[in-house]
């Protein structure tokens, strides 16, 4: 049987992964599986999934997660050591389901030849894209988007030559706040933020869909998964979230990947590719639907959009910067310490303070300028407490 090691094992991600594991009895033993702070959920993971090793990236969890798989005959560790041992424990397939740049170093420590990284962490890509891509071209690892959007395009884009496409366009539900104007949209509060229209996320992920940064992260990411420049890439909104994503080619023709939304269905075109298994993921029934929609983002009250076009197109470190800047604000956000728009405001601030760089061309370097983006946008934080502008 084939072996599967799960990063980011207790998230959202890691859940739907397990809902796959169980559709599909046999298709994969479980290695390894790792998470960031949740004793408890890491080792209940560990054992219905039965694995040999589960991983605490909180260092100081290492006993607490010992004693709670005493018995099972799970081995386990803590702290950045084990993440690592946890990605590079033999496996055919490692899920990478952190959230954040935290995500990334683990994730290249599990480029191994032959295998497949089912990736769902994008702030690698944004943050070290060029440098990612080509050390798993280099190793001969297989990357596979899990990204819905991606995971739409990747296989669209198998309807014709790379040459021949013109245009990759992803779709954005739009978020919570789609039909809001900017002064409500200023007084948002995370609850209100926390509310998808259409996906069960994690935290971090749905406060990105509200400012549409997701998407912006997400335009980084393709570009460097499909190897094109940022000026073939669009985003368009699509309340429904039903076609993820589309490619037009030069002859006028356009694939499109459409699925219920539902992250039950990249996952399971990532673990069976270039299978198909049965799953019990939901089916789209389009008379159901009766409709589909699509209208153009609106950059004036989701400014993220145009910040990640910029860092995209400026070739360094500015997406490293953004990302970095980004998560810094959503936390910041998510305990109350500033408003809604005090998000974008950081980045931009934190994005005009540091005056760019090369791209990095290793972990080192990208967790480098992560860390120098992280000092500025802390600094820059009280700027924006009280202004929910
Ligand atoms: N959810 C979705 O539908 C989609 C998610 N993605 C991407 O997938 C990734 C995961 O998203 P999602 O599952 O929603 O996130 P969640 O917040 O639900 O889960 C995050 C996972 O990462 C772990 N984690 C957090 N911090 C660390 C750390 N420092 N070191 C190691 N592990 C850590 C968490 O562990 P613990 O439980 O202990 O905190 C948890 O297992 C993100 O990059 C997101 O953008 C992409 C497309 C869709
Ligand atoms: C499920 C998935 O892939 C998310 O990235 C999703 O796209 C978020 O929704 P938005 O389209 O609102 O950003
Ligand atoms: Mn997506």
Same mark, same amino acid.
């Given at each position: ?15 739907? /992964? ?5 559709? #599909?009895?046999?298709?994969?033993? &479980?290695? %390894?599986? =790792?998470? +960031? !702070?949740?004793? *408890? ?53 490692? /899920? ?5 740049? #935290?995500?990334?170093?683990?994730? &290249?420590? %599990?480029? =191994?030849? +032959? !295998?497949?990284? *089912? ?68 007084? %948002? ?201």
């Amino acid at each position: 049987m084939k072996r599967l090691s799960i990063l980011g094992a207790t998230g959202s991600i890691g859940h739907s /992964v397990r809902t796959l594991l169980a559709d #599909a009895p046999g298709l994969y033993e &479980v290695e %390894a599986v =790792a998470g +960031g !702070r949740d004793v *408890a959920a890491l080792a209940e993971t560990a054992r219905a999934l039965n694995a040999r090793f589960a991983a605490i990236a909180d260092p100081a969890a290492g006993r607490a997660l010992a004693e709670a798989l005493a018995g099972s005959g799970i081995a386990s560790g803590a702290g950045p050591s084990a993440l690592i041992e946890a990605a590079q424990r033999e496996a055919d397939v490692v /899920v990478s389901a952190i959230v954040g740049v #935290a995500g990334l170093a683990p994730t &290249v420590a %599990a480029f =191994a030849p +032959g !295998r497949r990284i *089912a990736l769902a962490n994008k702030e690698c890509l944004v943050a070290a894209g060029a440098f990612f891509m080509a050390e798993a071209a280099r190793q001969g690892t297989e990357i596979l988007p899990v990204d819905s959007e991606h995971n739409a395009i990747f296989q669209a884009l198998e309807a014709g030559p790379r040459k021949a496409v013109e245009k990759i366009t992803l779709t954005a539900s739009g978020g919570p706040f789609r039909l809001k104007s900017r002064e409500e949209i200023a007084r %948002a509060l995370p609850k209100d933020a926390l509310k998808h229209p259409n996906w069960s996320m994690g935290a971090k992920i749905t406060i990105d869909s509200a400012t549409l940064m997701n998407k912006g992260l997400e335009l980084i990411e393709a570009m460097h998964l499909f190897a094109l420049p940022p000026e073939r890439f669009d985003a368009v909104v699509h309340p429904e979230s039903v076609v993820h994503g589309l490619v037009s080619f030069v002859d006028g023709s356009v694939t499109a990947g459409l699925a219920m939304p539902d992250m039950c269905v990249p996952i399971a075109h990532c673990l069976a590719f270039p299978d198909r298994i049965v799953t019990s993921c939901r089916r789209l029934d389009l008379v159901a639907l009766g409709r589909l929609s699509f209208e153009a983002p609106d950059e004036a009250r989701f400014p993220a959009l145009a910040l990640a076009r910029a860092a995209m197109a400026a070739d360094g470190m500015a997406a490293t910067i953004l990302n970095a800047a980004n998560e810094v604000a959503v936390a910041a956000y998510l305990e109350g310490r500033i408003g809604f728009y005090g998000i974008t405001d950081t980045v931009a601030a934190t994005l005009d303070r540091i005056n760019g760089g090369p791209a990095p061309a290793s972990v080192a370097d990208a967790m480098e300028a992560d860390a120098q983006a992280r000092r500025a946008a802390a600094v820059l934080l009280p700027k924006f407490s009280a202004k929910a502008s």
